[in-house]
């Protein structure tokens, strides 16, 4: 093991040679993982009141009570409660889709920090975390799946368990950027099932789903219900950002 004084002067030495730079921009900021100020105030970090099924900001003040947006109480969630990081806009996009197709891995630390934070109240004894799947072909292109490092680093934040297989997803579905509601429901439908040799890891316990984006919500959903058939007691989800009605 490395003595303190040791561990320092490598630390040093580590940020002269590579000195650290913000997510967004890439100037020099003080601290590894960080924002500059400009990309900190174009980046909208979710806080306040939320929808407590979909974690999508609301006016007025929290009485206590749970609170849902218009959208949740026209149309149930399959899972107890739901929160999200940020809202998918400005600097926040430019985040996701830098993670998901600009192999900036070294983005989803500083972000399960954000999603660990904003997690906080519904996190639950023995919860097991689990990402949302990617087909294999399209895990086979982009060489990663962005959920599975956001959920590895929010495990590791919240010190639970994490079990990156423990959903697959069968049948390759298509881009849903520019389908209905309905047909994105449809499109996933049966898509996403356990793992056979999983089962184990969920049954009985409370899952904290992963994701990248949370849109109309069908993916999460069709994780949600696979997670019910692999018998886990309680369902609840955590993106790092979330569309906003209008965005």
Known sequence: MLDSAIRDRIQTALHLLYPPR?????????????????????????????????????????DGHRIECDDCMRRPRPWEQGRAALLYQSGARKMVLALKHG?????????????????RSIVQPDMVVVPVPLHWSRLLK????QAALLSSAVAGVLQ????????QRRKRTGMLDHKTHDQ????????????????QRLNGRPVLLIDDVMTSGATLSACAVASRKAGASDV???????VAKGD
């Open 22 to 62: 913000c997510l967004g921009c890439g100037e020099m900021v003080d601290s590894d993982f960080g924002l500059c100020g400009p990309c900190w105030r174009d980046t909208p970090f979710i806080g306040g009141v939320v929808c407590d099924a979909c974690g999508v900001p609301l006016p007025g003040l929290n």
């Open 103 to 119: 192999d900036r891995q070294d983005i989803a630390r500083p972000a399960a920090r954000w999603m660990a934070s904003a997690a």
């Open 142 to 145: 982009r060489r990663y799946n």
């Open 160 to 167: 639970l368990d994490h079990c990156p297989d423990a959903l």
């Open 184 to 199: 994105r429901f449809d499109e996933l439908s049966e898509a996403i099932v356990p793992h056979p040799r999983r089962q």
């Open 236 to 242: 609840f989800v955590l993106a790092l950002a979330r």
